[in-house]
């Protein structure tokens, strides 16, 4: 069983950006995939991106790829998301979760879920 806990958010203006950090407690953390989702407000929590338990594979949605660059340090149990170029619409509330297997584009097919961290992004 893993435990993520998110850090790295704040407020950057539209153009800069913000790299997140997932550091998840357990010594079972490299058998793991980890995603990131995001939800802002008055919407449903959307898929951002996603790693393999190894690093060797990724997923990012349409609307963060090129931008986003997701990577994991499974010496330091730690996952991050690197974001530029952000835009107002990134704003949200981001979260990091971990499933055993392989990684899903799917919320609900993940297991472990962080607290989140505030993202907002000013025009």
């Known amino acids: 069983q893993v435990q993520p806990v998110e850090s790295g958010g704040g407020l950057v203006q539209a153009g800069g950006s913000l790299r997140l950090s997932c550091a998840a407690s357990?010594?079972?953390?490299?058998?793991?995939?980890m995603g990131w989702f995001r939800q802002a407000p008055g919407k449903e929590r959307e898929f951002v991106s996603a790693i393999n338990y190894s690093g060797t594979h990724q997923a990012y949605a349409d609307s963060v790829k090129g931008r986003f660059t997701i990577s994991r340090d499974n010496a330091k149990n730690t996952v991050y998301l690197q974001m530029n170029r952000l835009k107002p619409e990134d704003t949200a509330v981001y979260y990091c979760?971990?499933?055993?297997?392989?990684?899903?584009?799917?919320?609900?097919?993940?297991?472990?879920w962080g607290q989140g961290t505030q993202v907002t992004v000013s025009a």
């Open positions: 357990g010594r079972t953390f490299s058998t793991y995939a």
């Open positions: 979760a971990a499933r055993y297997g392989y990684y899903s584009v799917h919320a609900n097919e993940y297991d472990y």
